[in-house]
């Protein structure tokens, strides 16, 4: 007897068994209905900081809801308890699963992923999701491995319950994939999908199963740039400095614009490796993926990784003394000119 | 300190700088004729074992290896990361044309491993043209070793490793026993050139030669790509000559001020 793929089979034979739909119910009824015949669920993983729900996540829960029926909600760490109660209410959620324990705390991939695997075990979601950011990304695949699935990284689009769209080489190329695997682990890049709302019913909150957890790594400490200027990954106004900006004193002028504009602060590599800002700040390929309303380069070429990161920005404004400069292709707005002179004009006429 | 075996993961991919083109049936990118090398990611982790052993204790490390997968053109590939200081090479080949998933090659890693036995495997953190960021999470996943993603500083101690890690944010620091899979960040380190004496003792350097079927492992793909595309292009934009009329713009005909 092989119960695991009795229970699979069992299920397959109630879908076949059950009735044509009845096209005299509600199409909310009726949609719940089709859900219930694919057996489609998603398990999305709450991430969250003192106590907030990180904003991506809210992105992701879009992404779930897209792919189709019921959302749970896996929420870790030593104060889960208290984030729970604001995921309950988000739109789309329909059970909110909670392990309180600092064993989570930190989202150590080790720790994590033992969990996953008995919310799996559990639940039996059909797709498990993340955000594509540096939590998620070191997670998921690791779980994605344990349970023999190959991860479909960085959607930026749903097609349907098993086919995906998701960019390759630095976004040259858009890819649209379809997954054999049973259980489709999947990260979503943030700023292709909207953010998920409250809604006005509240989800059920339970525990989750306690699994067993040895952990061969230890958080020692993190240093965090704090900053009241909005998140990179979800402002709508982004303002970014580049190589020519020339030192930290340089890269000022971009944050003073910036807190002008009321907008987040990008870097380019150059700007990063040079030493004028935080790597927490880069944009691009290897950075932080942005989309935001309006997306100021300054001093910034435009490299095939750096445009990776931001070419999908709604408006999209160049300032560079060099006329040939490859940013200009892209850009909505191009103004040549002196950054030096430029952007302090723009601080005092804004 | 024991001897420290560290293996280093290298993958050939189309070159960074070049414009890739999606193929006329629209099915995968133009990769014949394209110029190719080493994964920037990789040629990172491969820095990172050399400065190790230049780094440690002199005899801390003994011995540095190499793996890659793919088709027979990876020797090349392996022969640069010999020149670069790796001791010797293995390639699990593949033929030309096969896709290889992150999971079939984290499964051909993790059968390496088990022969090879490292104390320290360090990879890219993703590769440039799938852009996945999954094998070396994935090849801690099913070695049940620690895992330390997106390095930007590592030290070893007493058979502990401290890795600095970038994450959303700034960075953070983990400490893990090994082994342990790290994954390279670009701010890790600042990749040397080959030399010309690197390049002709490379030569003699061993590579060998398996296959996914001597590892036992399966490489069947299980995602299928039905399509690639171009990315919609932006349409042309305009030239503004004043910081004025750059405002104006923004505010009326963007509406984005």
């Known amino acids: ?350 | 300190m024991s001897q420290l075996r560290i293996l280093v993961g290298v993958k050939r991919v189309v070159d960074y700088a070049v414009k890739v083109r999606v193929n006329s049936s629209q099915t995968a990118v133009e990769t014949a004729n394209v110029k190719h090398s080493v994964n920037p990611f990789d040629e990172i982790a491969i820095e990172e074992a050399v400065r190790l052993r230049e780094r440690l204790p002199k005899g801390s490390v003994a011995e540095i290896i190499a793996l890659s997968c793919g088709p027979a053109k990876c020797t090349e590939t392996l022969r640069t990361a010999l020149a670069l200081g790796i001791d010797r090479g293995i390639h699990v080949q593949v033929p030309e044309g096969t896709t290889l998933e992150p999971l079939a090659v984290a499964k051909l890693f993790s059968a390496v491993v088990k022969e090879e036995k490292p104390d320290l495997i360090i990879m890219g953190k993703q590769a440039i043209d799938d852009d996945s960021c999954q094998t070396g999470q994935m090849l801690a996943g099913l070695l049940d070793l620690p895992q330390a993603n997106f390095v930007a500083k590592v030290d070893i101690k007493d058979d502990k490793l401290t890795a600095s890690c970038e994450i959303d944010g700034g960075l953070e620091t983990v400490e893990c026993s090994l082994p342990a899979v790290i994954t390279t960040d670009l701010r890790l380190n600042e990749p040397r050139y080959a030399s010309l004496p690197g390049i002709m003792k490379a030569k003699k350097k061993p590579i060998k030669t398996v296959t996914p079927a001597d590892l036992k492992v399966d490489i069947v793909s299980k995602l299928k790509v039905l399509k690639v595309e171009e990315p919609p292009k932006r349409k042309a934009g305009i030239k503004v000559e004043t910081v004025e009329e750059l405002l104006n713009k923004l505010k009326t005909e963007a509406g984005v001020l």
């Open chain 1, 1 to 350: 007897m092989l119960p695991a793929l009795s229970r699979f089979s069992g299920l397959r034979a109630i879908s076949r068994a059950s009735a044509p739909p009845d096209y005299s119910i509600k199409t909310s009824q009726r949609l719940f209905a089709l859900n219930q015949r694919s057996f489609l669920s998603s398990l999305v993983y709450i991430e969250h900081k003192d106590s907030k729900i990180d904003p991506s996540t809210l992105n992701t829960l879009v992404a779930a809801k897209q792919i189709g029926g019921p959302i749970s909600a896996l929420v870790a760490g030593s104060n889960a308890q208290e984030v729970a109660q604001a995921v309950s209410k988000i739109d789309g959620v329909e059970k909110v699963i909670v392990a309180n324990n600092p064993i989570f705390d930190h989202n150590l991939a080790e720790a994590i992923t033992p969990l996953l695997l008995a919310v799996q075990k559990a639940e039996n979601p059909t797709h498990v999701l993340a955000s594509h950011n540096s939590v998620g990304k070191r997670i998921l695949p690791r779980f994605a491995a344990l349970i023999d699935s190959q991860q479909i990284s960085d959607i930026i689009k749903v097609v349907d319950e098993t086919t995906f769209v998701r960019p390759i080489y630095a976004g040259n190329a858009l890819e649209t994939v379809q997954s054999s695997d049973s259980v489709k682990i999947i990260t979503v890049r943030s700023s292709s999908f909207p953010q998920a709302e409250a809604g006005s019913s509240s989800a059920a909150v339970s525990e989750a199963p306690t699994p067993e957890v040895s952990v061969k790594s230890k958080w020692i400490g993190e240093e965090v740039t704090k900053g009241d200027r909005p998140e990179l990954g979800s402002a709508k106004i982004v303002v970014s400095g580049g190589r020519a900006v020339k030192s930290k004193e340089g890269f000022d002028l971009i944050q003073k614009l910036a807190d002008k504009m009321g907008a987040a602060v990008g870097a380019s590599r150059a700007a990063v490796d040079a030493g004028y800002c935080d790597n927490s700040l880069q944009v691009g390929q290897t950075g932080k993926i942005v989309a935001p309303q309006l997306y100021i380069a300054i001093g910034i070429s435009g490299a095939i990784q750096h445009l990776a990161g931001m070419k999908d920005s709604k408006v999209i404004v160049a300032i560079n003394k060099d006329a040939d400069a490859p940013i200009f292709q892209l850009a909505d707005y191009s103004l040549v000119g002196d950054l030096f002179t430029v952007v302090p004009e723009m601080i005092e006429k804004i």
